[in-house]
Each structure stands twice: as C-alpha cells, then as structure tokens.
C-alpha cells in the first residue's frame, strides 16, 4: 500500500493529452515538493519533473506538472508511442522518509 | 559523466546477509546525498534508505529499519547497503541514486540496479 495514490493505468492515442493524478496528504505534498520518474521497460526510473513543474535539461515540454494542495498531476500533452512507459510520483515526508506512488501503466493506443 | 554501477547482489537463504555496493564517478560524490530505492518484481519504487553528504545523517524506510545499514567512504566514491535478516519480501532490484542538489528529495541519476533474491 503505497502512500502516495496514483491510479494503476492510464491509456491514450498517438496526439492526445493524458492527465495522471498523485494523491497524498498534508505531511507529503501537502508540506513539500512533488517529483514525478519515468520508467521505460527494463530500465532504470529517470527524472521527469521535479519541484512540482520543473523540467530537467532534456526533457520534452510536452510533459508537464502541477500541484494543488495534497495533490498532484503529471500531463503529457501530444502523446507519442515512446511515451509508454510507468510514471511514479515522489515526495518528502515529514515522518522523515521518501515516499513513491505505485505507479502509472500509461499505455500509447 | 555521471556514473553509478551497483554490485553485490546474488541469491540469499531467508536470514542471510548481503553487502550492496555503489561505485560512483563523475562527479564530487562527497558533495551529494545519496539513496537507496528497491522494485520488487513487477511491482512499484521503493525508497529504502537516505544518508546525507557527511554521512551524519541516515533515513531508512520502516520496512528495512534495524535489518538495513546505508553507510558511504568519501575517500573511494562509494555506497554501501548492508542488509541483514533478509526476507522473501526484500527480493527486489536495488538501485543508488544520487539526490540532486537543486530539488527537494529527488533522484536526478540512477544506476542500473542489482538484483536480490532471498529465496530458500
């Protein structure tokens, strides 16, 4: 049981704006910044936004992020087939550790 | 470039012991803080354990608490995760990641991982 809560899967068309979620509470992205990883099949997590909605140097400005009170969201506008992948959402806690969503199954139909 | 390669991994008994290791280059490992993250099979990230620059300072998540031991010699770039007592439940890849210095809690490089299997 995770606690960050993302839903498991998430699907789109070549194009299209797909919207994923990060819920938590008012210890986590409540009180602290929201990051959010890309996992392609069979490698390791990498980087995607970080401080909520900051991309680092080489990521597309297709995705993007934003967070509203104990919540959180990753868009990726202009899906495109490489896009799938699992995404995960990050945050401090204030019981002093790091903790992940359980991830997103984003799917490029 | 920035590089983590982790190694030590291997098949375990239940209650064995085990010794991770992450060799860093390519930058002033002294300088970051660095972490711990384990993907059991098919499954979600998660975070294991933080120790800051100095080492002065040490996170573990409640499942690894007491079983685990992050540790770090400057002097040879490194990372270690002793773990102890180990569980079917700590079967998983292990990945170092390095935390950037310009975000809060964020992994800005990863090595490839090593896998751990704790089976009898």
């Known amino acids: 049981q995770s606690v960050l809560t993302q839903p498991p899967s998430a699907s789109g068309t070549p194009g299209q704006r797909v919207t994923i979620s990060c819920s938590g509470s008012?210890?986590?992205?409540?009180?602290?910044?929201v990051n959010w990883y890309q996992q392609l099949p069979g490698t390791a997590p990498k980087l995607l936004i970080y401080?909520?909605?900051q991309r680092p140097s080489g990521v597309p400005d297709r995705f993007s992020g934003s967070k509203s009170g104990t919540s959180a969201s990753l868009a990726i506008s202009g899906l495109q087939s490489e896009d799938e992948a699992d995404y995960y959402c990050?945050?401090?806690?204030?019981?002093?550790?790091?903790?992940f969503g359980g991830g997103t199954k984003l799917t490029v139909l | 470039e920035v590089h983590l390669v982790e190694s030590g991994g291997g098949l375990v008994q239940p209650g064995g012991s085990l010794r991770l290791s992450c060799a860093a280059s390519?930058?002033?490992?002294?300088?970051?803080?660095m972490n711990w993250v384990r993907q059991a099979p098919g499954k979600g990230l998660e975070w294991v354990s933080y120790?800051?620059?100095?080492?002065?300072?040490?996170y573990y998540a409640d499942s690894v608490k007491g079983r685990f031991t992050i540790s770090r010699d400057n002097a040879h770039n490194s990372l270690y995760l002793q773990m102890n007592s180990l569980r079917a439940e700590d079967t998983a890849v292990y990945y170092c990641?390095?935390?950037?210095?310009?975000?809060?809690?964020?992994?800005?490089?990863w090595g490839q991982g090593t896998l751990v299997t704790v089976s009898s």
């Open positions: 990641a390095r935390e950037s210095g310009s975000c809060s809690s964020c992994f800005d490089y």
């Open positions: 390519g930058f002033t490992f002294s300088s970051y803080e």
């Open positions: 120790i800051s620059s100095s080492g002065s300072t040490i």
């Open positions: 008012s210890s986590n992205i409540g009180s602290n910044t």
């Open positions: 401080s909520n909605s």
């Open positions: 990050a945050a401090w806690d204030d019981s002093l550790k790091k903790v």
